[in-house]
């Protein structure tokens, strides 16, 4: 009887969710040459990315491109789809000139129940176009903003990856960053939840440095709360903000 | 009709090292503009820019231009074949190259 019943508790306990939610942003290929064509393709959503989990990605408040310093919106160019099973958005982008464009997506606040709070997740993710990497290091200005260190594009796995985290455009000391890997394949195991969102701190520059084990993509999302809250059936409510980065990392192939 | 592949295949292979040059090449109407780089963002201040067609076989050059940006003429029935601009920096090495395709030349034509 104390067999079953710990087995029931930890069947329970298996199907608690236990990773990071994380605006997405993940383009068909980030390191863009001539050979390969004119144009990317963006898929956004709302997701568990190591689990492989989806959530319900409303249309965004914003989403932009940012090439050369010149911002545009291409909110209407977006179209349903599904990721992960669950709604999202995607679109191809006509890549006309080379450097880096920075995609950027500001999601309507997601009310979370669970966590009694709202959720914003800042998302971007930069692309190399026709083997230029000017504007790599851009800074788009966000509410809460991920600006690279490290290069976010042409890195191995094993690499490290560095950025200062910013809030209202100020570094933020001690920032928490979750990491979390996009499991694309179904494959990745983890012998820990904790092993699912990796937790690490900035400094007190706001500078934090990650190293990731395996080649793909990688979601960096370092969380704040902000000063106002929100207002949920008449009453305020945390309102978290989070930067999110997606960063590709190449296989070392020797 | 697109530029053989085997073209395209033979120059993927160039590599790119420290301080290498970069190449882009656009059309607007029928002028065709090239623009060449250093990785450090710096101009090169001489060089030459080749035209070739599809099947290699060079058409015409040009001197680069200091200011960054080299143009001239849409070469007659480029359109339909696609066009090779390959540049070359003095004589240490420096050389990159871009491939008009025909889809390029339209839509720099067109503005499709």
Redesign the interface.
């Known amino acids: 009887m104390k067999h079953l019943a710990s087995t029931a508790l930890s069947l329970a306990l298996t199907a608690a969710p236990a990773a990071a939610h994380y605006g997405m942003i993940i383009p068909s290929d980030n390191m863009v ?3 390969d064509g ?1 144009s990317v393709d963006l898929t956004l959503s709302f997701s568990h990315p190591f689990e492989g989990r989806g959530m319900v990605l409303e249309m965004p408040a914003a989403f932009t491109v940012t090439h050369e310093g010149e911002e545009t919106s291409l909110l209407d160019q977006l179209s349903e789809t599904e990721v992960m099973g669950e709604p999202g958005y995607e679109m191809t982008y006509d890549l ?3 450097g880096t464009y920075v995609f950027a997506m500001t999601p309507e606040p997601y009310w979370e129940p669970e966590e009694d709070a709202f959720i914003t997740h800042y998302t971007k993710t930069y692309v190399s176009t ?5 504007g790599w290091d851009t800074e788009l200005g966000l509410k809460t903003e991920i600006v690279p260190l490290s290069k976010p594009f042409a890195l191995w796995s094993g690499n490290v990856f560095q950025g200062i985290v910013k809030l209202d455009g100020e570094a933020v000391p001690n920032a928490e960053v979750e990491v979390e890997y996009y499991d694309e394949e179904g494959d990745a195991e983890a012998p820990s939840d904790l092993m699912i969102t990796q937790t690490i701190k900035a400094d007190e520059n706001g500078v934090f440095t990650y190293a990731v084990p395996t080649s793909g993509w990688w979601g960096f999302a370092a969380l704040n709360t902000a000063e106002e809250p929100m207002r949920h059936e008449g009453e305020d409510k945390a309102h978290e903000l989070g930067a999110v980065i997606w960063v590709h990392f190449e296989e070392w192939d020797d | 009709m697109r530029v053989p592949l085997a073209l395209i295949a033979g120059l993927a292979v160039v590599p790119a090292a420290a301080h290498d040059l970069r190449v882009f090449a656009f059309v607007e109407g029928e002028t065709v503009n090239v623009e060449a780089k250093f990785s450090t963002g710096r101009l090169p201040v001489r060089g030459e820019v080749r035209v070739l067609d599809a099947s290699e076989t060079l058409i015409e050059t040009h001197e680069i231009d200091p200011d960054g940006v080299t143009s001239f003429p849409l070469v007659p029935g480029a359109r339909d074949e696609g066009l090779m601009i390959e540049v070359e920096i003095g004589d240490d090495g420096h050389s990159d190259y871009w491939l008009l395709t025909p889809e390029d030349i339209a839509r720099g034509q067109d503005g499709s």
Do not use: K, M, V
């Not at chain 1, 026709?130 to 000017?134: K, N, R, T």
């Open positions: 040459s001539q050979e004119r006309a000139r080379p026709y083997g230029d990497d000017e």
